[in-house]
């Protein structure tokens, strides 16, 4: 026997199983890797990891896939026989529910929350639920000026924006004075804290003082803090850190601590040796902390949806700017921050902040600005606080005491004869009353002045102004009325602010779930997360394995229950409650994974689907097939109406039956039984296979239904299980025509080197039970009763090619039917006599005519005398009896005879030859005993091969070999 099985192809399993051993382990495998090729960084490293093990997993897969084959065709053959099982089972709908939903749910908890296959479609759900959330202005919406609200207001952070407004007064890089400006207005307010998110890390080289007036801001204000990043540094480009930045980092790192030693060094982050931007000194030593700023991006689209809380510089541990504004607004010294990778940071007991392997936290942004402006965090043009433009007006003026001036920085400023700005400029200096000199253009309005003199100690008596010109005007006055156009920084009172850039200039714009954000603005989102204890906690993995397979097992359940549309329809609605459930849940801020869930709820009833599809097309092939078989089996033997009957009728095919009148015809072959000793079998099959299948077509034809064969016989059913019209007649015409036929077949039996062979049939009409008979596991279409038997002994009494028919049968067949001798039986086993007739031709509508009905006896050519016994069941009297043909035929002698021979007898005949007798025994049966006067009319029913010559000599025929073609079912 052939092992059909594939051969085990070692080189893909093993493969396959690298591929898998490197994908579950691919963290770990580039971390490996990075620190052997720090250069090439952690996240390169990690998609070589990941596309070598798909390519690995393709090959494998190339290698096995006549392997991946034969399992699917065993698994489809196994899926076949437990449908099949479950179609039988008593519930099999619902143990198909539960396995396809726990087969499902199984493997999707594998897919997602062991090999991590949804991590890339999470993301984006996540993302959409943020959108859903905070969702983009309709154009309805834009163009009634009703907007609903957008975001979740932060009062207690406030971002100060180097937005495009103060740049292009200001200009960029913004002066560093201005900074120390800023710092001091915001003082005044006394906010929380003060954070500079602006990169300050190269010295003034046109004005070192003012690096030096940033610190001593700072130094004044006592709360203020400035940013750095962890950058890339070689031998060659490694910053020199001052003393005093050195100092500030050293104030500002969380204290080294064991679990922190799974954090990855931020130089395998970035594929490179990393180090601190020095902070500048002067800065440095005013600053109340320093702070990191980096962020890390999603590796697949560069989209900031975590927060680095700390990174790890050998053992430097430095805390994010949020972390550290954090620790510092809670009272939490930094050496009670503790950070475990893969679970959370402690936060002094006070926040447990969840974070990943890498340190980072997934943030949860508050919202998006809307088209006034308003957003999350209330923004602060740097402009409104540090601007120093007022608007005065000159006392005297002959244009007017009311006309206004602008004095900004534009204005030329000297105070006691040294030149200044009106920024620096102290504000008790330009005051109502103080004097001023100067130039201005008085037109348009307001004016603006474009000179002006102060001097603390002098004095005006008298204002003096001179028209220059058509536009400029000279003053020496005082100061009629001041307004100074400067923003209150008194809403600042207590707030975590941040200075940052949002300007397009300043291009620090990162890209968010909610579209590009200010940089600044990521990190108010996690200070302002930070403070409020607002956090994404993430369901357990047995709380996803459990909604997982839960929503796997209740698809399976609507798939088996419910067909079509409704379905689907449930099976959405399923799938919409999922999502809705997990939305609703990140609002408060636990988020339950959705991909898996709605993964398995949606194979599962695409499953139960494709398996209900996939056994509905079986069962239809199954149905089909058992029509093709009864196609097939019982189309040979009955007629197209009683096959399509039996296949229609829901109930053709099972056990039971039912009274009814029918005519049955039995057909027999004479002394085929005898023949079959001396043929080979193939002969004997070849034989009968040619004749029977003559014999079918004709039975067909007429409407017949061959109940059996039964070795040569043939039993048919006229008027069932369909009605016939004229059934007896039908039977009547179809056995002259069979009879009619057996010359056809004799041709080819003798063509082919087979012996002739002649037919007897039977015909009788009466009540038969009919029905299929037998038991489950065998059963068939057939008839019992009496009739049937009574058919048998008709039957009996014919000689090959005659037809005898009952009583019955002839007074239903009318004057159609054309009879030749009658005769009176008594058959055995039967009560009384039986009248039988001869039939010998059929009217209309059929028109058949028995063929030997004319036969014609002629004397013999040469004189024939035989020798002949009375054969009486199986015994034969001795042949002594002498008897002479005076008239022959191919099938009949006229026999002159010594003694009465009564109808019927059975006669053994041998020929004389000479004084001895030849051999071959020939078999008759008298049909006629008084043709004339001790002269009987004998129908010859056997003649052995070598007798046939004797007797055609006799008649003097040569007939000469037929040609016949083979038959459709026996092969030459």
């Known amino acids: 026997m052939t092992d059909t099985r594939p051969r085990r192809d070692r080189v893909g399993v093993a493969a396959l199983l690298a591929a898998v051993a490197a994908w579950l382990g691919r963290e770990s495998l580039a971390w490996g890797l990075t620190s052997a090729l720090p250069q090439l960084g952690y996240p390169l490293l990690r998609l070589f990891v990941q596309a070598g093990s798909v390519l690995l997993a393709v090959f494998a897969m190339v290698r096995l896939r006549r392997a991946i084959l034969h399992v699917v065709s065993a698994a489809t053959a196994r899926l076949d026989a437990l449908e099949a099982r479950l179609e039988k089972m008593r519930g099999g709908g619902a143990v198909r529910a539960v396995v396809v939903g726990g087969v499902v749910g199984v493997s999707m908890v594998v897919a997602i929350e062991v090999l991590h296959l949804g991590t890339w479609l999470e993301t984006r759900t996540l993302d959409l639920f943020f959108r859903l959330r905070f969702p983009e202005r309709s154009q309805v919406e834009l163009a009634t000026g009703r907007e609903l609200p957008s975001a979740n207001k932060q009062d207690d952070v406030v971002v100060l924006a180097l937005d495009d407004q103060t740049i292009s007064h200001l200009g960029w890089p913004m002066p560093r004075v201005y900074y120390a400006r800023l710092l001091d207005a915001v003082?005044?307010?006394?906010?929380?804290?003060?954070?500079?998110?602006?990169?300050?890390?190269?010295?003034?080289?046109?004005?070192?003082?003012?690096?030096?007036?940033?610190?001593?801001?700072?130094?004044?204000?006592?709360?203020?803090?400035?940013?750095?990043t962890l950058n890339r540094a070689t031998a060659e480009t490694r910053p020199v850190t001052s003393e005093s930045s050195r100092r500030a980092f050293e104030r500002n790192l969380v204290p080294w601590h064991d679990s922190a030693a799974l954090l990855p060094e931020y130089a395998e982050l970035i594929g490179g040796d990393a180090a601190p931007q020095p902070v500048l000194a002067p800065i440095a030593d005013g600053a109340s902390f320093?702070?990191?700023?980096?962020?890390?991006?999603?590796?697949?689209?560069?989209?900031?949806?975590?927060?680095?809380?700390?990174?790890?510089?050998?053992?430097?541990?430095?805390?994010?700017?949020?972390l550290r504004i954090a620790s510092q607004a809670l009272s939490v010294p930094l050496g009670d921050i503790h950070i475990f990778p893969g679970s959370h940071v402690d936060v002094g007991g006070k926040r447990r902040v969840p974070i990943d392997q890498l340190g980072r936290t997934r943030v949860r942004y508050q919202g998006r600005h809307d088209t006034r402006g308003e957003g999350p965090f209330r923004y602060v043009s740097i402009w409104s606080l540090i601007r120093a433009d007022s608007i005065v007006t000159l006392t005297g003026n002959p244009l007017g005491d009311d006309q206004k001036f602008v004095v900004d920085d534009a204005t030329v400023v000297t105070l006691d004869g040294a030149p200044t700005t009106v920024a620096a400029l102290d504000p008790s200096k330009l005051a109502v009353g103080a004097v001023i000199a100067g130039r201005a253009h008085y037109s348009p309005e307001p004016g603006r002045i474009i000179e002006l003199t102060l001097k603390t100690d002098a004095a005006v008596a008298e204002p003096d102004f001179e028209l220059i010109d058509e536009q400029t005007l000279r003053f020496t006055t005082t100061v009629g009325s001041l307004a100074v156009n400067r923003g209150d920084a008194s809403s600042l009172a207590g707030k975590h602010v941040l200075v940052g850039s949002t300007a397009l200039a300043a291009a620090d714009l990162r890209s968010s779930p909610l579209g590009e954000i200010p940089g600044v603005e990521h990190h108010a989102t996690m200070l302002a997360n930070l403070l409020h204890d607002d956090f994404f906690t993430e369901s357990t993995h047995a709380t996803n394995a459990g909604v997982i397979i839960g929503g796997a097992l209740l698809a399976g359940v609507i798939g088996v229950a419910f067909e079509g549309g409704l379905g689907l329809l449930l099976t959405a609605l399923l799938t919409l409650l999922t999502v809705s459930a997990s939305y609703l849940l990140s609002l408060g801020g636990f988020y339950l994974p959705v991909v898996g869930p709605t993964a398995s709820v949606g194979i599962t009833w695409l499953g139960c689907v494709l398996l209900n599809a996939r056994s509905t097309a079986n069962a239809r092939k199954k149905a089909e097939n058992e029509r093709a078989f009864v196609r097939q089996t019982f189309g040979r033997y009955l007629t197209e109406q009683v096959v399509?009957?039996?296949?229609?009728?829901?109930?053709?095919?099972?056990?039971?039956?039912?009274?009814?009148?029918?005519?049955?015809?039995?057909?027999?072959?004479?002394?085929?039984?005898?023949?079959?000793?001396?043929?080979?079998?193939?002969?004997?099959?070849?034989?009968?296979?040619?004749?029977?299948?003559?014999?079918?077509?004709?039975?067909?034809?007429?409407?017949?239904?061959?109940?059996?064969?039964?070795?040569?016989?043939?039993?048919?059913?006229?008027?069932?299980?369909?009605?016939?019209e004229?059934?007896?007649?039908?039977?009547?015409?179809?056995?002259?025509?069979?009879?009619?036929?057996?010359?056809?077949?004799?041709?080819?039996?003798?063509?082919?080197?087979?012996?002739?062979?002649?037919?007897?049939?039977?015909?009788?009409?009466?009540?038969?039970?009919?029905?299929?008979?037998?038991?489950?596991?065998?059963?068939?279409?057939?008839?019992?009763?009496?009739?049937?038997?009574?058919?048998?002994?008709?039957?009996?009494?014919?000689?090959?090619?005659?037809?005898?028919?009952?009583?019955?049968?002839?007074e239903r067949c009318g004057d159609a039917l054309g009879i030749g001798a009658t005769q009176v039986v008594s058959p055995k086993g039967v009560k009384g006599t039986l009248t039988i007739h001869e039939a010998l031709s059929v009217g209309a509508p059929f028109n058949v005519k028995l063929s030997s009905a004319d036969e014609t006896l002629s004397p013999p050519r040469v004189p024939i005398e035989v020798r002949y016994g009375v054969v009486k069941g199986k015994a034969v009297s001795e042949l002594t009896h002498v008897g002479h043909v005076e008239a022959l035929s191919e099938q009949s002698f006229e026999l002159r005879v010594d003694e009465v021979l009564p109808s019927l007898t059975d006669l053994q005949l041998r020929i004389v030859d000479g004084a001895a007798l030849r051999p071959g025994d020939v078999y008759g049966k008298v049909l006629r005993s008084e043709v004339r006067k001790n002269v009987v009319y004998l129908r010859l029913t056997s003649v052995p091969p070598e007798v046939k010559p004797v007797l055609e000599a006799a008649r003097g025929a040569s007939p000469e070999?037929?040609?016949?073609?083979?038959?459709a079912l026996v092969s030459a």
């Open 644 to 724: 399509q009957q039996l296949l229609d009728s829901p109930d053709g095919l099972k056990l039971g039956g039912q009274r009814d009148f029918v005519t049955i015809m039995m057909t027999d072959l004479r002394g085929f039984t005898s023949m079959c000793g001396s043929m080979e079998p193939e002969n004997v099959v070849k034989l009968l296979n040619h004749y029977l299948e003559a014999m079918t077509r004709i039975i067909t034809k007429y409407g017949g239904t061959i109940d059996e064969f039964i070795g040569d016989a043939i039993l048919v059913v006229f008027g069932a299980p369909l009605p016939l």
């Open 290 to 322: 320093v702070a990191m700023a980096n962020v890390l991006l999603d590796g697949g689209d560069d989209v900031l949806r975590h927060s680095l809380l700390a990174a790890r510089l050998g053992h430097e541990l430095y805390p994010s700017l949020s």
């Open 187 to 228: 003082a005044i307010a006394r906010p929380a804290s003060v954070t500079v998110d602006v990169s300050l890390i190269d010295p003034s080289r046109d004005h070192p003082e003012w690096d030096a007036a940033i610190g001593e801001s700072a130094r004044r204000a006592g709360n203020v803090g400035f940013t750095f």
């Open 726 to 810: 004229n059934e007896e007649l039908r039977a009547a015409a179809c056995a002259i025509e069979m009879l009619n036929a057996m010359p056809d077949v004799n041709a080819w039996n003798k063509a082919h080197g087979l012996p002739e062979v002649e037919m007897g049939i039977g015909i009788h009409s009466g009540e038969v039970v009919l029905g299929n008979i037998g038991s489950e596991l065998r059963a068939k279409y057939g008839i019992v009763g009496a009739t049937i038997n009574l058919t048998s002994r008709v039957e009996s009494f014919t000689v090959g090619g005659q037809v005898l028919l009952s009583e019955a049968t002839r």
């Open 961 to 967: 070999k037929a040609a016949v073609p083979d038959s």
